[in-house]
């Protein structure tokens, strides 16, 4: 058995995505080679990192515009507990730590700190290389990348035809 972070992603408290990470690293932010994408410009390019020390892991901001907020306190690093929850702008983020079977017979029923949880086999865990969860603010929301600006336009385009037309028209 060997422990893995378990990240629980959700937008203005709508869940969003939930992924285990195996590996000893994790990259959250914007861009495309992040594990965590966090599709929202607030969010940096590469905004934090997680990595395993020892049996825990340590939670580091890259130096971000936004931070990392841990309630009300903003953090630059944070050795994560499970049941950890941070914010990264509009997004929140709650870890659990799981415990993974490595091989077909350590795949049992393991006891977690809510009960009893299935273990997983490593096996079927992407591997940490591959880059995963995409996290996007739920259809329908307002905090769309580039929603705003569109209807501006348009608002823009209908106040130049206006006047346009009331200059023709005199």
């Known amino acids: 058995m060997r422990t893995a972070l378990q990240v629980s992603v959700s937008f203005k408290g709508q869940p969003v995505v939930t992924r285990i990470y195996p590996g000893d690293s994790i990259l959250i932010g914007r861009d495309t080679d992040c594990d965590v994408r966090l599709k929202n410009l607030g969010v940096s390019r590469h905004h934090a990192r997680i990595d395993r020390q020892g049996p825990g892991y340590l939670l580091?901001?890259?130096?971000?515009?936004?931070?990392?907020?841990?309630g009300e306190k903003r953090v630059e690093s944070l050795v994560i507990k499970?049941?950890?929850q941070v914010q990264i702008t509009k997004f929140s983020l709650l870890f659990r730590v799981v415990e993974i079977a490595d091989?077909?017979?350590d795949a049992e029923t393991v006891r977690g700190g809510l009960g009893d949880l299935e273990t997983m086999r490593a096996s079927d865990i992407a591997p940490s290389t591959e880059r995963g969860a995409t996290a996007s603010p739920p259809r329908g929301s307002s905090a769309r990348v580039g929603g705003g600006r569109a209807w501006l336009l348009i608002g823009a385009l209908l106040v130049a035809a206006g006047a346009i037309l009331y200059f023709v028209a005199r």
């Open 60 to 70: 580091r901001d890259m130096e971000s515009a936004q931070g990392i907020q841990l």
């Open 82 to 84: 499970d049941g950890d």
């Open 103 to 105: 091989s077909e017979e």
